[in-house]
């Protein structure tokens, strides 16, 4: 995934039209993660409902090994992203279910970092080695890794309580509670100001020159450290309240994005990944931290659903406005406004910070 943005500029499309192939999963994710994590907490068979979606995922994207144009690339992406939405919500609410019997999700989580350091070392070392301007090993690759991931799942078994089965009303009272909300809002802000991190990184570093295995270094760095936040949120949790640690990640992202646009040494951006482990690994765990602690176990994975909904109404809008400013300006000027941008959580976080207290540090302390 992360060379995908850069082999679609490779195939011909303009920024444009990478933004509007990359919008269709944000513009799904406001609706349809909710109806399979429902159906999922409903049915209390998450591992059946998971396996559905990675594998509709894997056969949707198939179309994508042969797509070449813009007309092609579009409907196969969408309906790949008709299922790729709801997993990692189906995923993380797994993972909850096992911190709740006792695990440190900080030690569950780590394992999608490690996975993805690995594939995006390798795949960067083989792109750079093969030198081609779009490639076919990135989709083949990502296909593969679906189809990994697709048999990974027939291994888990659901958990839950069948005597507890929610209704609709359950998920509208969700979004009556004040520290859901004030997450929600957060989140959402939050990844408009990432969405020039997460799609024009990679082609930032290609219009600079740097080779695909620079970029896998570069993504791995910042990867590197947030596997370390995530394995000491635990810890950082028993000493700092959850407004506390979310205003720092909007802080350091906001001071990331500042220098990623100004600085020109290659080392120097490279380096600068490294403050992903507060831009992603702190943002997240303190998310799962306050989703955790606020939504019943009965509704773990419409929770979830709620928080990845809320990531991608973001992540619509900030591709809305990132292809036109690419192709406009050029992807320096994104950063910069995405380091003003970060001001707004940071204000909304010190604003409410009274409301988003914790009351119990469930996700992050073993028992």
């Known amino acids: ?17 990478i933004s509007t192939v990359f919008a269709v999963s944000p513009l799904l994710a406001l609706a349809v993660p909710l109806a399979w994590a429902y159906l999922a907490d409903r049915t209390h068979r998450h591992d059946r409902v998971l396996r559905v979606v990675i594998g509709g995922a894997w056969l949707g994207f198939t179309p994508m090994l042969f797509a070449g144009s813009f007309a092609a690339i579009l409907p196969s992406w969408a309906l790949y992203a008709l299922f790729a939405v709801a997993v990692g919500g189906l995923a993380d609410a797994f993972a909850v279910a096992r911190v709740r019997a006792g695990a440190v999700y900080g030690r569950l989580r780590l394992w999608g970092s490690v996975g993805y350091v690995v594939a995006a070392v390798a795949v960067g070392a083989l792109l750079s080695a093969r030198g081609r301007a779009a490639d076919r090993l990135v989709p083949i690759t990502m296909w593969l890794t679906l189809g990994c991931a697709f048999f990974a799942a027939t291994r888990l078994r659901g958990e839950g309580d069948p005597a507890a089965r929610p209704r609709p009303a359950d998920v509208l009272a969700l979004l009556r509670e004040p520290r859901l909300r004030v997450l929600l809002v957060v989140a959402a802000m939050h990844w408009i100001c990432l969405t020039p991190y997460n799609v024009y990184f990679g082609v930032f570093l290609h219009d600079l020159g740097f080779a695909p295995v620079s970029w896998g270094l570069a993504y791995s760095t910042g990867v590197v ?3 370390f936040v995530l394995m000491v949120f635990h810890r950082l949790q028993v000493r700092f309240r959850l407004p506390t640690l979310l205003a720092a990640a909007f802080a350091v992202s906001a ?3 500042l220098a990623i646009g100004v600085v020109r040494a290659p080392w120097a951006l490279i380096a600068l990944q490294a403050l992903h482990g507060m831009t992603f690994g702190m943002f997240w765990s303190a998310a799962i931290a306050l989703v955790a602690s606020t939504v019943p176990a009965s509704l773990r994975a419409t929770g979830q659903a709620l928080l990845i909904m809320a990531i991608n109404i973001g992540a619509a809008v900030g591709n809305a406005i990132t292809g036109r400013v690419y192709d ?4 320096r000027l994104l950063f910069l406004l995405a380091a003003i941008g970060e001001l707004a959580p940071l204000a909304v976080v010190i604003a409410v910070r009274h409301r988003l207290r914790d009351p119990g540090g469930l996700i992050s302390s073993p028992r």
Do not use: H, K
């Open 1 to 17: 995934m992360t060379f995908m943005p850069a082999y679609l500029r490779g195939l011909g499309l303009s920024g444009r039209e």
């Open 225 to 227: 450290m947030e596997v």
């Open 255 to 257: 001071a990331r994005w």
């Open 328 to 331: 406009a300006y050029g992807s």
